[in-house]
């Protein structure tokens, strides 16, 4: 039984008719495959994804005009996001993963690349898509991109290495982020569109993970890969803005993805607390066990109000750098209290297989390094509040 959180934001009819289907979904199709999903290692659910695009929670975040569903605004999709990671992070986060690859095209194409490549991924049969920004020497500093992209003629030849791209083995078109010039750093970063058949791309092995499986990396190799100019996003240099702006809204999503885990690490240690018995009673009626639940509780409930704050913030104006940096970095770092909390209450048992706090454990910490690792967000926060 989920636990509510009570708070000052009204919904609509409409936000609450998405929250119930994503909840119906997580609840009846995510759940029962979490586990079997974690144990197969390297293996996305493509069945879920199909079904999931069938009812359009792949591209229900996308605009009307192109075939998507309308959701546009970030309220509504952070309380979607959090029902579905309720059900699993790692599958929550790779049914909705198109949102990243249409982030930069929304910020960035023309209105005849979004008509073409947004309207693909709302079709009926929408292909999987990724993002490929980080390098082997590239991560938090994406200014740094080695990846070239030179201009022959009515072509860019890309050559470089991208490393840990979510759905690279599955991805059929890919949002390329290389450098026209590495001295200019930000604005040498220039955006394309690569599909998976260009001669010269390939992908490597599937990466072996701590947690998250649902969602599988590898790497993505470039070796005078030839792309049109007309695949290009934008202007030469505008790349980086492209992926700042994606950045803002994913941080705020990653919060409510990290607050639908800990919701469920919370509402599990609950049941599991009302349940079980020690010394003659059941263990949440020990102050220790009473007052950890009670600390959880606080944490899953802070997380969400400054996620929904952000995500107001976004919606209002634009932008929320600072909102979103302390959205993801508090309620990461609270998902991997709570879930380690969850572990410990449900102690020698919380080490097992049998339940899944352990995956939970390990899905939560991914959440503390992706877009932007916990340092990075302090960093953009300590800069902002300095201003």
């Known amino acids: 039984m989920s636990r509510p959180i009570r708070d000052a934001f009204p919904r609509t009819e409409e936000q609450e008719e998405f929250i119930r289907l994503a909840r119906e979904f997580a609840a009846k199709e995510i759940r029962p495959r979490a586990a079997e999903v974690d144990a197969a290692d390297t293996q996305s659910p493509l069945d879920l994804w199909k079904k999931a695009a069938e009812i359009g929670l792949t591209h229900y975040m996308l605009p009307e005009e192109y075939g998507g569903g309308g959701i ?12 579905l990671c309720y059900g699993d992070i790692s599958i929550g986060n790779f049914l909705t993963s198109n949102g990243f690859f ?22 009926d049969n929408p292909p999987i898509t990724a993002l490929a ?38 991805a ?67 790349g980086f803005y492209g992926l700042m702006s994606t950045f803002d809204a994913s941080r705020i999503l990653i919060g409510s993805s990290a607050t639908g885990l800990a919701r469920a690490a919370l509402d599990t240690a609950l ?51 600072e909102e979103a940096a302390i959205a993801k970095l508090v309620a990461s770092e609270n998902a991997t209290f709570v879930a380690s909390a969850a572990l410990a209450t449900h102690g020698g048992w919380g080490y097992s297989r049998e339940f899944p706090v352990e995956r939970w454990l390990r899905d939560a910490k991914l959440e503390e390094i992706e877009e932007g690792t916990s340092d990075i967000q302090k960093l953009i926060i300590s800069r902002s509040i300095a201003k």
């Open 72 to 83: 546009t605004d970030l309220t509504t999709q952070a309380l979607v996001q959090q029902e």
């Open 271 to 321: 049941q599991y607390a009302q349940e079980r018995e020690q010394f003659g009673t059941a263990i949440i009626n020990h102050q220790a066990v009473a007052f950890r639940l009670a600390e959880m509780a606080t944490k899953v409930d802070t997380s969400h109000l400054l996620t929904m704050r952000a995500a107001r913030l976004f919606d209002e104006i634009g932008s929320a750098t």
């Open 172 to 238: 059929e078109y890919f949002v390329v982020f290389a450098t026209v010039d590495p001295s200019k750093r930000s604005r040498g970063v220039t955006a394309f569109i690569v599909p998976r058949t260009a001669e010269g791309l390939t992908v490597g092995q599937p990466m072996t993970k701590h947690g998250q499986k649902g969602i599988v990396n590898a790497e993505v190799f470039l070796d005078n890969v030839r792309v049109p100019v007309e695949d290009r996003l934008g202007e030469e240099g505008q």
């Open 102 to 123: 249409s982030g930069p095209i929304e910020a960035l194409g023309t209105e005849e690349q979004k008509k073409k490549w947004l309207g693909l991924i709302c079709s």
């Open 133 to 170: 920004t980080t390098e082997p020497g590239s991560g938090s500093d994406a200014a740094s991109i080695q990846t070239r992209a030179v201009l022959d003629g009515d072509h860019y030849v890309l050559n470089g290495q991208k490393t840990w791209i979510s759905n690279a083995p599955y």
